[in-house]
C-alpha cells in the first residue's frame, strides 16, 4: 500500500532483526566448534534436506557446470567480471608511499592483501551469480592469495561457474551460520579464515556478527532496501520500477521516496499500481510494500537531512541539480544520480559493488570494496635530526603519562656519544 510515512517509522520498519536470531545462531556456532565436519553434514541434513558425501566442490564438477549454462549467461558473466574488475583496479591504492616530512623524519603506508577471506554467497532456491562476482573480484584485485566461498547445496550451476570466473580458489557446498562458523573457526575440511564477507539471512549475518573476534567481516548486510530522492523533473515512471526492483528481493524490502512533489508522490503511486500488475514477483512484492512509503517535504535540502538519516543501502539521485545534493549526501552504501541510472544496473554491471550496509548501516561502513581485503602498515623513518626535532616532545609527554622508560628510550639516544 502506497502511503505517506514519518521517517523514524520507516526507519523502524526496516529493522534487521537480527536479535530475534541469536540463540539459533548460538547452539549451530556452538555445533561446528565442537563437531567440525559432521556437524556441517549433520547441519545440511536438517536445513537442507540433503545428504552430502563431500563438502568441497571438485575441479570436475566446476568444469561440468559451464555444460548446464546457456552459452549467452556465460558471455554475460564473463563481461560483467570484466567491468567489476575494471572499477575495483581504480580502487587499489599504492602498495607502498614514503614522504620526507621534515629533516630526520620520513613516513609512510604499505598496503599488503589478507592471506585468506572467506566468501558466503546466498544459494539454495536461487542463484546469485552476481554476487559471486562482487565478492570474489575485489578480492582477486587486492591480491588475496587464497579466497574460499561458501554457497548453500545444491549448488546452482549458474553461481558455480560465475565463482570460477571470478577466480575463486575453493568452493564448499555449505551453507547458512554453519557455514561461516567454518570459515571463521575452521574444520577438517575448511581451514580458517582472516575476514568474511558477503550477504545472508539474519542467523548468516548474525553469525557473522558474533565470530568477529575469530575473523573481521565486512558489514551487516539484510534486506535490500532503495531511497529515492526526487524533484519536480523526477519522471515517476522510473522511480515506481526502481522501487519494484528492490521489492521484488525479499518481503522485508524497504523502499522510500522523498520528493519536494506532491504530484511526484501521487503518479508513482499510480505507477506502482499498473507495473505491480505484470510483475512476475508479484506476492513478494505485495509484502515489500507493506515497508513502503514516501515523505514529503519542503526542499532539496530537508531531503538530503532525511537521506542522510535513513542511510539507505542505495540512493537514487533524481533532481535537476544532482551533483549539488550529490555534496550533501553523507550516508548511502551506493548512489545511482540521473535517471537512467537504475539501481540494477549496480547490481550487475556498471562495475561497481552491490555487496552494501543496510538497515542503517551505511551511517558506519563502506559498501564491499578493494580496502576491505588490505591491511595498512604506517611506517616512519627517523634519523638523528629527526629524534632531536620531536624528542622534547615526546619525553615531555610520556613524563606527563608517567611511562618513565618511553621518555628514557628518548633521552638515551639523544646522549652524546
Not at 23 to 33: H, L
Not at 114 to 133: Q, V
Not at 170 to 197: N, S
Request: proline share 5%.
Amino acid at each position: 500500500m502506497w502511503r505517506e510515512v514519518g521517517i523514524q517509522d520507516w526507519v523502524r520498519r526496516r529493522s534487521s532483526g537480527l536479535l530475534s536470531a541469536r540463540d539459533a545462531v548460538e547452539e549451530i556456532i556452538g555445533m561446528v566448534r565442537e563437531g567440525g565436519d559432521k556437524a556441517l553434514f549433520d547441519l545440511t541434513e536438517r536445513f537442507d534436506k540433503l545428504r552430502l558425501d563431500s563438502l568441497l566442490v571438485t575441479d570436475s564438477e566446476r568444469d561440468a557446470a559451464y555444460g548446464q549454462v546457456d552459452e549467452r549467461i556465460i558471455e554475460m558473466l564473463v563481461e560483467a567480471e570484466a567491468r567489476i574488475s575494471r572499477f575495483h583496479e581504480l580502487q587499489k591504492p599504492k602498495e607502498l608511499w614514503l614522504e620526507e616530512v621534515e629533516e630526520g623524519i620520513t613516513l609512510g603506508m604499505k598496503i599488503s592483501p589478507l592471506d585468506r577471506i572467506g566468501a558466503y554467497i546466498p544459494g539454495g532456491k536461487a542463484a546469485y551469480p552476481s554476487t559471486a562476482l562482487m565478492c570474489v573480484i575485489p578480492a582477486r584485485v587486492a591480491g588475496v592469495p587464497s579466497v574460499c566461498c561458501c554457497t548453500p547445496p545444491p549448488v546452482h550451476p549458474l553461481t558455480m561457474v560465475a565463482l570460477d570466473i571470478a577466480g575463486a580458489d575453493e568452493i564448499y557446498q555449505v551453507g547458512g551460520a554453519q557455514a561461516v562458523a567454518a570459515m571463521a573457526l575452521g574444520t577438517e575440511t575448511i581451514d580458517p579464515v582472516q575476514k568474511i564477507v558477503g550477504p545472508g539471512n539474519i542467523y548468516v549475518t548474525m553469525a557473522k556478527m558474533m565470530l568477529r573476534e575469530h575473523a573481521e567481516i565486512d558489514f551487516p548486510a539484510g534486506p535490500s532496501e532503495i531511497a529515492i530522492l526526487a524533484d519536480e523533473t523526477a519522471d515517476p515512471e522510473y522511480i515506481a520500477a526502481d522501487i519494484l526492483a528492490q521489492a521484488e528481493h525479499d518481503p522485508h524490502a524497504a523502499c522510500l521516496l522523498v520528493t519536494t512533489e506532491a504530484g511526484i508522490a501521487d503518479a508513482v503511486g499510480r505507477h506502482l499500481i499498473d507495473q505491480v500488475a505484470g510483475a512476475k514477483r508479484a506476492g513478494i512484492i505485495a509484502e515489500a510494500m507493506e515497508n513502503a512509503g514516501y515523505v514529503l517535504v519542503g526542499s532539496l535540502q530537508e531531503g538530503v537531512d532525511i537521506i542522510n538519516q535513513a542511510a539507505p543501502e542505495h540512493l537514487s539521485i533524481q533532481v535537476a541539480d544532482p551533483m549539488r545534493v550529490l555534496s550533501g549526501v553523507r550516508h548511502a552504501g551506493s548512489m545511482f544520480v540521473g535517471p537512467y541510472a537504475a539501481v540494477a544496473c549496480g547490481d550487475y554491471a556498471s562495475g561497481t559493488n552491490h555487496v552494501l550496509p543496510t538497515a542503517g548501516y551505511a551511517h558506519m561502513h563502506s559498501g564491499l570494496d578493494v580496502l576491505h581485503f588490505c591491511t595498512r602498515s604506517q611506517i616512519q623513518f627517523i634519523g638523528r635530526e629527526g629524534l632531536e626535532s620531536i624528542g622534547d616532545i615526546v619525553e615531555t609527554l610520556a613524563d606527563a603519562e608517567g611511562l618513565y622508560a618511553h621518555g628514557d628510550a628518548i633521552r638515551i639516544r639523544r646522549r652524546p656519544r
